[in-house]
């Protein structure tokens, strides 16, 4: 019954290349939200979606961009990886207070 | 500027003892504070959350304003407590982003 999920779980890409990470929800939530988490470290914010609106957070770099074409889906966009951005990335979902969370994908960077 | 802080990155006990896991945080208004907690080779969950006063598997916290600290304590550790547990910030309404903190690992030991 999971109810955020993410696609793929694992995920190879090679320096330069775009990768797409995906989310969806069977919560009909509107918030979707992305964190990015490297090792040892918490997760940290990259963005999130009240519905339609986008919202970047001031340190989040250019080269990571987001969409959402429905309630259920959201894609995370990865235009140019480099060697610092492999990392668990984490999708999350809201309607309030709580946030609920998918299993992840670790994206490795070679 | 937003911030928790949790001091400890390890914490190992005793099945049986007593466990705190200490969380401090930095925030100008009335914050929402959390517990999420990640078992192993699962996605991150909420444990509980200081509006809801609650008690959640044995676990409870308690904000102290004056201490800016959310602690979060169970009198007697269990094996399947062993996991990773975050603690966090939202801003006042709850529905805002999350900050986390580094997370500590609790071991319980048999």
């Known amino acids: 019954d999971a109810m955020v999920i993410q696609n793929p779980r694992y995920q190879v890409t090679q320096f330069g290349k775009p990768v797409t990470l995906s989310c969806s929800q069977t919560?009909?939530?509107?918030?979707m939200y992305w964190y990015q988490q490297k090792s040892s470290q918490a997760p940290k914010l990259l963005f999130h979606?009240?519905?339609?609106?986008?919202?970047n957070e001031a340190d989040t770099p250019d080269n990571f961009q987001s969409r959402r074409p429905n309630t259920s889906f959201c894609f995370l966009d990865i235009r140019s990886p480099g060697l610092g951005d492999a990392a668990m990335y984490l999708c999350?979902?809201?309607?309030?207070?709580?946030?609920?969370f998918g299993p992840g994908t670790r994206l490795t960077v070679l | 500027a937003q911030r928790v802080t949790q001091p400890e990155k390890l914490l190992s006990v005793f099945k049986g003892a007593p466990v705190e896991l200490k969380c401090n945080y930095s925030?100008?208004?009335?914050?929402?504070l959390f517990w999420y907690v990640q078992y192993s080779r699962q996605r991150l969950q909420l444990l509980l959350r200081?509006?809801s006063r609650e008690s959640i598997k044995g676990f409870t916290a308690d904000l102290n304003k004056g201490e800016t600290s959310f602690h979060l304590k169970k009198p007697f550790a269990q094996e399947e407590d062993s996991a990773m547990y975050y603690c966090?910030?939202?801003?006042?309404?709850?529905?805002?982003?999350?900050?986390f903190g580094k997370g500590t690992k609790l071991t319980v030991n048999p």
């Open positions: 999350a979902t809201s309607s309030g207070i709580t946030q609920y």
């Open positions: 919560l009909n939530h509107n918030v």
């Open positions: 979606y009240y519905d339609k609106d986008f919202n």
């Open positions: 925030y100008s208004g009335s914050p929402e």
């Open positions: 200081h509006i």
């Open positions: 966090a910030l939202s801003g006042q309404g709850g529905s805002e982003k999350l900050v």
